[in-house]
């Protein structure tokens, strides 16, 4: 248990929709990453914060939006959905911001119907 | 365009041989090269990392290897265990506190 939670593990919707990802860091990590890993891709880096603050941008998508709030949870907004959407989502959390002491959640499968 | 690429999509190895994951990139700039690994169900989690001031990283059964001038890294895996079993991933940066770009990842089967 790396000590990064995420909710929900799983989500079907429909095309068109909006969902909302959640993440909760470990205690006391300031920075959250989220990732994206559909089928044929490895993992993408889709956005970075750190103490509520956007740090790195990655390939996000106009339609994706995400945000950190006081309490150091995260929260990614994916709207306008696509089939291509679907992938397991995961967050990341470490204390610095250095990339080497990232801890991952399980992860949310997202399925697009 | 793929900066971080691994090149085997899966790689099946006996119980108490070597396991080679190996490794290609694109990108001059990349400094800092990581592998994770990841059981089904589960996040990915660090296994362990190399700068590229070095060209050897060993940690108990693990050990890295970097070859700049050919762009290249491996992973070693010595003896390889059943618990091995999982997908391993290849990731670059340019940087400590910059964000890392992941290859597809090589599925690696020990089979006892």
């Known amino acids: 248990d790396s000590g990064v939670t995420q909710t929900p593990k799983h989500l079907i919707t429909a095309t068109g929709q909006r969902v909302t990802l959640r993440c909760s860091p470990r205690s006391g990590d300031l920075s959250v990453y989220w990732y994206q890993q559909s089928l044929d891709q490895g993992l993408q880096f889709l956005i970075q914060?750190?103490?509520?603050?956007?740090?790195a941008k990655g390939n996000i998508l106009e339609r994706f939006s995400a945000q950190q709030f006081p309490d150091l949870h995260s929260e990614l907004n994916l709207s306008s959905l696509e089939l291509g959407d679907s992938a397991l989502y995961f967050c990341a959390s470490s204390s610095s911001g250095r990339i080497d002491e990232q801890f991952f959640g399980p992860g949310t499968r997202l399925t697009v119907l | 365009d793929q900066q971080v690429k691994q090149n085997s999509p899966s790689l099946s190895v006996q119980e108490g041989r070597i396991s080679i994951l190996n490794c290609d990139y694109t990108?001059?700039?990349?400094?800092?090269f990581l592998w994770y690994k990841k059981y089904p169900a589960e996040g990915p989690t660090f296994l362990i990392s190399i700068s590229s001031i070095k060209d050897k990283n060993e940690d108990g059964r693990f050990t890295v290897f970097l070859n700049k001038s050919a762009k290249h890294l491996s992973l070693h895996i010595v003896p390889s265990q059943p618990g091995d079993s999982a997908v391993y991933f290849c990731a670059a940066s340019e940087g400590r506190n910059t964000p890392l770009v992941f290859g597809k990842g090589t599925r690696l089967s020990v089979i006892a």
């Open positions: 990108n001059s700039m990349f400094d800092y």
């Open positions: 914060y750190y103490n509520g603050e956007e740090r």
